[in-house]
Structure formats: C-alpha cells, structure tokens
C-alpha cells in the first residue's frame, strides 16, 4: 500500500494556516455582528413590549375609572366590597 496523500510543503503549510485564521476571524466577526443585532432587537421588542402594555394599563384604568361612576358599576363594587369582608370576617 502507497500514502496517497498529497505532499505539502512548509510554505504551504503556513499558508493554508493562514487562509484558516483568517476565515475564523471573519466568521466569528461575523458572529459578533449577529450577537449585536440580536440583543439590539430583543430590546426593541421588550420596549415595543413595555409600551404596549404601559399603554394597556392605562386603558383600563381609565375603563375602570368609568365603570365606578356609572351606577351599575357602583353596585358591583358595593357587592364585591361586602363579599370580601364577609370572607375575611369567616377567616378571622
């Protein structure tokens, strides 16, 4: 049996070395660059996330706040403010 393996020079060595380093250096910049964007749009999306939902309990309060001067929703209130004390006297 024959090593048919191609013969590499030094010179060729180092070059090929060198072609390698070279592409390592390129995909991990590559990969810090996605990294970058990455965390860039997950803290877009948890703002756009923040925002909405600042926006939405806004909303309801203001919902709320209307429901309590309407006289059904002082009603309900009413109601649901005595169940509650008559749970918490059953507890104590």
Do not use: W
């Not at 970058?36 to 939405?56: C, G, H």
């Amino acid at each position: 049996m024959s090593d048919s393996r191609p013969v590499v020079h030094e010179g060729d060595q180092q070059a090929l070395a060198d072609e390698l380093v070279a592409a390592q250096v390129t995909q991990i910049d590559a990969l810090r660059q996605l990294e970058k964007k990455e965390k860039e749009m997950k803290e877009a999306t948890q703002q756009v996330f923040n925002d909405f939902l600042e926006r939405s309990l806004e909303e309801g309060r203001k919902k709320l706040k209307l429901f309590e001067e309407t006289p059904e929703g002082r009603e309900y209130l009413a109601t649901r403010a005595k169940s509650y004390v008559e749970h918490q006297t059953c507890i104590a």
